[in-house]
């Protein structure tokens, strides 16, 4: 059954999943009251994490809007902490647009202790199945070709290659980098 409540998603979170190592992480749906832990994890990462990300998680004025867009349900995003702090996310932002509100924007972030540990994979899992439950039609992910760790994820997922920007994005020493835009259509939903 398809649905576009935030109560549906809700009542799935939170939830503890075990990483590779033992290691339990709970996921649970942010909240407003997280802006001070993801910026404390967004500063903590090293600068080229943060060099290609749409907005800049750094600033409390993006992570204010990202908390609006959660509240109104243009996105979700979920939430993996350890010990009260942010293991990582993921996040499906979803466009009003009349003409792309179909499609929705999957973006994942993990701190790099957490990186090969299986966070990412599940993560994506999650968010997948959310994007799909909320009737999501086709998704899309984004990533320079060298991060291999995420595509591998994506592709788990059904995710294929759609596009191959060349020099898309630049670096912080400004160079121009490709861009590698993944997605997968869902088709039509059945109500």
Do not use: C
Request: aromatic share 6%.
């Amino acid at each position: 059954m398809k649905t576009n409540g935030r109560a549906s998603v809700q009542s799935e979170y939170p939830k503890f999943v075990t990483l590779s190592g033992g290691v339990q992480v709970r996921l649970r749906l942010m909240e407003p009251a997280d802006k001070e832990m993801i910026l404390a994890f967004a500063r903590a990462l090293p600068p080229d994490d943060l060099l290609f990300l749409r907005t800049d998680i750094t600033q409390t004025g993006v992570l204010d809007e990202w908390a609006r867009n959660v509240a109104i349900g243009v996105t979700v995003t979920l939430i993996a902490e350890l010990d009260g702090a942010l293991a990582g996310y993921a996040s499906l932002h979803n466009d009003q647009a009349r003409w792309t509100r179909r499609v929705g924007e999957i973006r994942l972030l993990l701190a790099p202790r957490f990186r090969g540990s299986g966070l990412g994979r599940r993560l994506a899992e999650e968010i997948f199945r959310i994007g799909q439950d909320r009737g999501i039609k086709k998704m899309a992910a984004m990533m320079t070709p060298d991060q291999t760790g995420a595509q591998a994820a994506f592709e788990r997922l059904g995710f294929q290659v759609e596009a191959l920007l060349q020099q898309w994005v630049v670096d912080r020493k400004g160079r121009p980098r490709d861009l590698l835009i993944m997605t997968h259509e869902l088709g039509e939903a059945k109500e």
